[in-house]
């Protein structure tokens, strides 16, 4: 429809000390075309603005995720991946205890864009021992909070 431009990413290879690196890389952007903002414009809808139009519905997405053990990359970094959770009474309960610290969040006036929402993440969830009563930290996920 012609409303967003496309630059495409790229990457460059190399070798160093026997091994494959990336030398050089871009992302992949994507920016609004005029004629896109001019439309949004006509609808009263700003680019420094979306979040009074677009809310995220916080009651469609799970308040936990779970995240298996992490491993190191080939730069060394520590990294996991996102699980479908086990299932489990703790796994309702844990969601509930997060449910019930956002709906005490609702109840109060904050000076952000939105009130602050929360949800909880466990790590090492592949680990036959996983039983969510390990780590579970909080994460506030809402805009304007970090």
Same mark, same amino acid.
């Given at each position: *429809?012609?409303?967003?431009?496309?630059? +495409?990413?790229? &990457? #460059?290879?190399?070798?160093? @000390?026997?091994?494959?690196?990336?030398? =050089?890389?871009?992302a992949?952007?994507?920016r %609004?075309? $005029?004629?896109?903002?001019?439309? %949004?414009?006509?609808?009263? =809808?700003? +680019?420094?603005?979306?979040?009074?139009?677009? &809310?995220?519905? #916080?009651?469609?997405?799970? +308040?936990?995720?779970?995240?298996?053990?992490? =491993?190191?990359?080939? &730069?060394?970094? !520590?990294?996991?991946?996102?699980? !479908?959770?086990?299932q489990?009474p703790?796994?309702? *309960?844990?969601?509930?205890?997060?449910r019930? =610290?956002? %709906?005490?969040?609702?109840?109060?006036?904050?000076?952000?864009? $939105?009130?602050?929402?929360? !949800? &909880?993440?466990?790590?090492?969830?592949?680990?036959?021992?996983?039983?969510? @009563?390990?780590?579970?930290?909080?994460?506030?996920?809402?805009?304007?909070?970090?």
């Open positions: *429809m012609g409303w967003v431009e496309v630059y +495409p990413g790229f &990457r #460059h290879y190399g070798e160093f @000390d026997g091994g494959v690196t990336v030398e =050089i890389a871009k992949r952007r994507l %609004a075309t $005029q004629s896109f903002l001019g439309l %949004a414009e006509e609808h009263q =809808i700003y +680019p420094d603005t979306p979040i009074q139009h677009f &809310r995220k519905d #916080h009651a469609v997405t799970s +308040p936990v995720e779970v995240k298996t053990s992490s =491993i190191r990359n080939a &730069r060394g970094k !520590k990294v996991s991946k996102k699980m !479908k959770p086990p489990s703790k796994l309702r *309960m844990a969601m509930e205890q997060v019930e =610290i956002n %709906a005490f969040m609702e109840q109060h006036s904050f000076s952000l864009e $939105q009130v602050p929402q929360f !949800k &909880r993440v466990f790590n090492k969830g592949d680990e036959p021992s996983f039983d969510y @009563d390990l780590g579970g930290r909080l994460y506030c996920i809402a805009a304007g909070t970090g």
